[in-house]
């Protein structure tokens, strides 16, 4: 890892630095994540409007999410052995030409496959990012680099919405995927700047059971979350199946593990003092933030009677809220600790979820877009110091599983949060009806609709009360 003596500075950090192209490149390549994030979300209805199949339209969402969360532990585990570089051009690659067959599409079955093919890039795209950042800044340094990865977030919260609704409006919604294109080619470009200094001689035999039973059991598994409930009931036999499959899987792959010379995903990373803090951040704030993500406009406009924009208006605050956090963390845990700045952000994200949970039916917009903007600044003071801290406890040798596990405990927390909300919201809404036919959610009047989602939001600031025991379980300093 890299030394520092003096205090770093924009100038000598910042893009106009002699690691400035590598800076730009990660962003560059972390945009297309960034903004895929928020892009589709507004263009959805043209979408079916041209291809059909109103009812599999959330697949574009779920199997994203999916190919994204079984890919990354693969990717980091390969990274460790061969290097950053060739693991984020692949995963570039990747998404690229998925984002080429998605503007492609002829159906929504095909749009959906595609759609996959991106998540397996972006399963690469993320974690390699923030390992790249670990790999060439110290500790210190990385508290003002953190705020040129935390624009990138902030600029696609804003940009990517805009984008969605102009292409779908007034243009193609086929741009959306399109545009990647010229994005990820100036991303491939910058990228030659970067020569990486170490790379490990791969020595050993790739884990492949243990990649392949973490595969079949993560799919699994998240399949089912995702799906439970609404493809299918969770007393039924495909969902008894389904989970049976996933925890057989991973039960065999916790077994392999332990006797695989180079696991895919080492034991070792459950238990580490700075890690399984960082990662459990991760996961509880995956849970919490999709759930809210998911029903925070669904209350601005069928509750509140807003429109979809101003819907997506009120929830764009988490989104600004989380890179303001980020780049602002380093401050925190240079000078009061690790510890301090997970601290804060849970009790932000208490703080935030209280307040959301007063919210009624004759709140005004910025009784509901405050405390979005709360939360968000509250997941970002959580998981970004985990994220820096993760990257500076470990060698180089790891560092690619180090980061990739956080990715991957997120990604798994969204999954959570998706079928975890979508139950609770569900059974309230079906009580209502006492066995009739349930309208869809956001059909539903709002003196039905809105103490489920009261609910919701309660369920959520439950959630996030054992981020407090995350934080007392950082580490104060980390030694890198």
């Known amino acids: 890892m890299p030394t520092s003596t003096t205090r770093p500075t924009r100038s000598s950090v910042g893009l106009r630095s002699e690691r400035g192209p590598i800076l730009l490149a990660v962003m560059v390549s972390l945009s297309l994540v960034a903004i895929d994030m928020t892009i589709l979300a507004t263009a959805v209805p043209s979408v079916v409007k041209d ?5 599999q ?4 969402f779920s199997i994203y999410v999916l190919a994204t969360a079984v890919t990354t532990p693969l990717y980091a585990k390969v ?3 061969l290097g950053r570089k060739p693991v984020m051009i692949a995963g570039i690659v990747a998404f690229l030409v998925g984002s080429l067959l998605c503007g492609l599409a002829w159906s929504l079955p095909a749009l959906i496959v595609f759609r996959a093919i991106q998540g397996i890039g972006a399963g690469a795209i993320q974690p390699m990012a923030m390992t790249i950042v670990s790999d060439i800044y110290t500790l210190e340094e990385r508290a003002v680099a953190t705020s040129y990865v935390a624009s990138v977030w902030a600029t696609a919260a804003i940009v990517g919405p805009t984008l969605g609704g102009v292409f779908a409006d007034y243009l193609d919604w086929r741009l959306i995927f399109l545009i990647n294109l010229p994005i990820g080619a100036v991303a491939l470009w910058l990228l030659r700047h970067f020569r990486e200094d170490r790379r490990p001689a791969a020595t050993t035999a790739i884990d492949w059971a243990g990649a ?22 969770w007393a039924s ?9 996933g925890i057989v899987a991973l039960v065999a792959f916790g077994f392999v593990e332990r006797r695989a010379v180079d696991p895919v995903l080492p034991p070792w990373v459950l238990g580490h003092r700075v890690l399984a803090p960082a990662n459990a951040a991760s996961l509880i704030v995956g849970v919490v933030m999709l759930g809210l993500t998911t029903y925070v406009p669904l209350y601005a406009q069928s509750v509140l009677g807003h429109s979809a924009v101003v819907a997506g ?3 764009a605050g988490m989104s600004i809220g989380w890179p303001i956090a980020a780049a602002t963390a380093g401050r925190i845990y240079l000078s009061k600790g690790f510890r301090a700045a997970v601290a804060l952000g849970a009790l932000l994200v208490i703080v935030g979820g209280l307040v959301l949970a007063t919210v009624g039916e004759s709140s005004s917009f910025w009784h509901l877009a405050i405390p979005c903007f709360v939360l968000g600044l509250g997941f970002g003071w959580s998981v970004n110091p985990g994220v820096v801290a993760a990257g500076s406890a470990v060698d180089w040798e790891v560092r690619g599983v180090a980061t990739g ?3 991957f405990a997120r990604s798994v927390g969204s999954a959570l949060g998706v079928a975890l909300f979508g139950a609770v919201a569900n059974g309230l809404v079906r009580s209502e ?29 439950v959630v996030s009360l054992p981020l407090l025991i995350v934080a007392w379980r950082t580490p104060v300093r980390i030694n890198p």
Do not use: K, Q
């Not at 291809?51 to 009812?55: Q, V, W």
């Not at 339209?57 to 574009?60: I, K, N, S, V």
């Not at 392949?212 to 009931?233: D, N, R």
């Open 405 to 407: 596990s956080n990715m």
């Open 433 to 461: 009806y006492a066995g009739g036919e349930v309208p869809a959610l956001e059909a539903l009047p709002p003196d039905v609709l809105a103490p489920a989602l009261h609910v919701v939001f309660l369920v959520g600031l």
């Open 212 to 233: 392949g039973l973490l595969t079949v059991g993560g799919i699994a598994l998240l399949l089912g979350l995702l799906e439970g409930g609404h493809a299918w009931a």
């Open 79 to 81: 990274a460790d052995r």
């Open 57 to 60: 339209f959330p697949w574009l």
């Open 51 to 55: 291809l059909g199949g109103f009812e």
């Open 237 to 245: 036999w495909p969902s008894y199946l389904i989970f049976a499959v």
């Open 313 to 315: 208006f009120a929830l």
